[in-house]
């Protein structure tokens, strides 16, 4: 049975008017804390002898290191982890947790990640960190997917939040492939970006050495699957940041708890 979920951002806030106030005593836990809190919970679901894909991101680094400490107690063992970016694998490997890939472990039993955006149907974006291939590819084949985030994850609609969606493409004429997918969402006022590194404003390079053009909506760009199969249409895209139907349970921290919801 799934527990409440504030499915949308409106939801939240209609939740959260009609809730007590919080003690004037009582601290707000920073979203830092909410994301460790979420963290903590989906590693609940983790029994050992599992295959995992471990994600990347600053909620799924609360998960990878409470496998970590639960392996080195002894609560977890013969533990493998798929990791879905260069960054994850140094992490993992720094917390002696064993690693493999998909070509040894081609069905995982669980992956857990965080999500930039979770719509009330638990579609996800994600590739805000720059590893959306890798991500989709070993949560793709999991028998379970938990995704973690805090409550401000929560949008009406796919791209509700204002910020990026984004797309790996590859670095030839990007601008052209950039181009193709501004005119693609037009009706939906999009504006497509190219993403740069802020250290040397140069372009973001993947692990996958692609780059990435970020998305923005100023609309609801309705049908997800017929806009996801479109962007992959076009030639010199790799893959899209939409991973639509993939979320078995979401788990959600919020100033007011933790929410689980399963996938019917």
Request: hydrophobic letters at 40%; aromatic letters at 6%.
């Amino acid at each position: 049975m799934a527990m409440a979920y504030l499915g949308s951002k409106k939801a939240n806030s209609a939740a959260l008017m009609s809730s007590p106030s919080p003690s004037p005593h009582q601290r707000i836990l920073t979203q830092d804390e909410l994301k460790k809190i979420a963290a903590y919970k989906a590693v609940e679901f983790v029994e050992s002898g599992m295959v995992l894909g471990l994600g990347t991101g600053s909620t799924a680094k609360h998960a990878i290191d409470r496998i970590g400490e639960l392996l080195q107690q002894g609560k977890l063992s013969n533990i493998v982890g798929i990791p879905t970016s260069t960054m994850t694998h140094e992490q993992a490997l720094s917390l002696g947790i064993p690693l493999s890939d998909l070509d040894n472990h081609p069905v995982l039993d669980l992956a857990i990640d965080g999500a930039d955006e979770v719509d009330p149907d638990m579609n996800l974006v994600k590739g805000r960190g720059g590893s959306l291939l890798r991500e989709k590819m070993i949560e793709g084949c999991c028998k379970k997917f938990v995704v973690i985030v805090d409550e401000s994850k929560l949008v009406d609609y796919v791209g509700g939040s204002g910020l990026a969606m984004p797309v790996e493409i590859v670095p030839f004429c990007w601008k052209f492939t950039a181009q193709k997918l501004q005119s693609l969402f037009e009706e939906a006022g999009c504006v497509a970006k190219l993403r740069t590194s802020p250290e040397n404003g140069k372009p973001f390079v993947t692990d996958n050495g692609n780059f990435i053009i970020d998305l923005y909506f100023k609309k609801d760009i309705g049908d997800l699957k017929a806009a996801g199969d479109a962007i992959l249409r076009l030639a010199g895209v790799v893959e899209h940041g939409m991973f639509l139907d993939m979320a078995t349970t979401l788990i959600v921290a919020g100033e007011l708890g933790v929410t689980v919801r399963h996938k019917c």
